[in-house]
C-alpha cells in the first residue's frame, strides 16, 4: 500500500500565505515526479506544480512567481510554498506522485485525499 498524505490548508486573507505539505509512505521503491493539482467546484483537475527528482520544476502560469514547489530532504515529501495568494486560488489542492511500488515494474500516479485551501477576507 501507498499513502500520501497532505497538511497544511486552512483559510487565509487575500495576499497572505500558506504552506502545504504531504508526504507518501508505504511499500515505495522510487518516486520519479512529485507534485501538486487543485481542483474546483463544476472545474476539472488543474496541474498547480511539479518537482522531479532531476530536480526540475513546472509551474501553471497563473502560479508562477507566487508558488514554489521543493521536495524534502528525504526525497518522499513535497511542499508548495504559497504566496500572495488570491481569491481565485481557492480550491481543493491534491498531492500525487508518480512513483513505482516495491516489488512492481512500473511507475504510476498516486493521490493525496486533498486539503482546502479558502483565500478570503
Known amino acids: 500500500q501507498v499513502q500520501l498524505v497532505e497538511s497544511g490548508g486552512g483559510l487565509v486573507q487575500p495576499g497572505g500565505s500558506l504552506r502545504l505539505s504531504c508526504a507518501a509512505s508505504g511499500s515505495i521503491f522510487s518516486i520519479d515526479t512529485m507534485g501538486w493539482y487543485r481542483q474546483t467546484s463544476g472545474k476539472g483537475r488543474e496541474l498547480v506544480a511539479t518537482?522531479?527528482?532531476?530536480?526540475?520544476?513546472d509551474y501553471a502560469d497563473s502560479v508562477k512567481g507566487r508558488f514554489t514547489v521543493s521536495r524534502g530532504n528525504a526525497e518522499n515529501t513535497v511542499y508548495l510554498q504559497m504566496n500572495s495568494l488570491k481569491p481565485e486560488d481557492t480550491a481543493v489542492y491534491y498531492c500525487?506522485?508518480?512513483?513505482?511500488?516495491?516489488?512492481?515494474?512500473?511507475?504510476?500516479?498516486?493521490w493525496g485525499q486533498g486539503t482546502q485551501v479558502t483565500v478570503a477576507s
Open positions: 518537482i522531479s527528482s532531476g530536480p526540475s520544476t
Open positions: 500525487y506522485a508518480y512513483l513505482r511500488r516495491q516489488g512492481l515494474t512500473y511507475f504510476r500516479n498516486y
